[in-house]
């Protein structure tokens, strides 16, 4: 897909994979739609890449967990920005690992609510448009933890396990229309995603990572560039992308060279 004045709106943009993706198709020449929660971050960011690659940026600082925000964002969008043409629902997280026996209600909420209802609420808004227009992306950034279930990371699965189901059943649903719709699903990519599960625990999260080389959110970044990319015949449906030393979710080979 040629970059000229498409359209892409970018979820949890403000760190990690979102952030990533922001760069790598700004330097691709799309215009972009960047949402997050951090102002100061976003806005820096929107401001950085519209000078640095020429492009058109429109930061939109709001919580994707909440339904009335998303709606008096996204739905109520200037009329210069309505037509999207590839939405990437990258807004996501982990909190702590505990069996569900002493899981906190809270931390189950914040998963649910931003990587399943999230991405719920802004589908819900974006594809009626594309569907207008009959042509679009939609990309869902999933996990290898929706491919697999590990101890202790039982609600932070099962909301990927759900992502996983929702993308598909989209696909189907989105078919007549022209849109297509994909998963990118990653194994361990070092950004900010353990020291928000281990509540700022430094320690705890550079241990994840510790004697083999994650990936990179760039990596990520790329892929998904190739996948919008594509000529309009191919969809690339589901792509699971893991470091070299990661053959599952709790499977590494550590302090190999690297």
Same mark, same amino acid.
């Given at each position: 897909m040629s970059s000229e004045n498409k359209t892409v709106c970018i979820t949890g943009a403000t760190s990690g994979i979102g952030e990533?993706? @922001?760069?790598r198709l700004a330097a691709d020449r799309y215009d972009l739609i960047m949402t997050g929660r951090r102002h100061d971050r976003l806005t820096a960011l929107a401001e950085q890449l519209s000078t640095d690659c020429g492009v058109a940026t429109l930061p939109l600082c709001f919580d994707v967990r909440d339904p009335q925000q998303v709606e008096a964002h996204i739905g109520r969008l200037p009329e210069r920005w309505q037509a999207i043409d590839v939405l990437v629902n990258n807004a996501g997280l982990a909190v702590e690992l505990r069996p569900v026996h002493d899981g906190l209600l809270d931390d189950w909420e914040r998963m649910i609510d931003t990587n399943l209802k999230g991405m719920l609420y802004m589908t819900r808004l974006v594809a009626p448009r594309m569907?207008?227009?009959r042509t679009g992306h939609i990309i869902n950034i999933g996990s290898i933890a929706g491919r697999e279930v590990y101890p202790n990371g039982n609600v932070y699965c099962a909301t990927k396990q759900a992502v996983d189901?929702?993308?598909k059943g989209l696909r189907m649903e989105l078919l007549p229309f022209g849109i297509r719709v994909s998963q990118v699903a990653p194994g361990a990519v070092e950004t900010e995603f353990s020291i928000v599960r281990f509540k700022g625990d430094r320690p705890? @999260?550079?241990a994840v990572y510790?004697?083999?080389e994650p990936l990179h959110a760039a990596d990520v970044a790329d892929l998904i560039a190739y996948m919008i990319g594509c000529p309009p015949h191919v969809n690339i449906a589901d792509v699971l992308i893991v470091p070299a030393a990661q053959a599952s979710t709790t499977l590494f080979e550590r302090d190999r060279a690297h």
């Open positions: 990533a993706v @922001a760069r569907i207008a227009r189901a929702l993308t705890r @999260a550079n510790s004697g083999f």
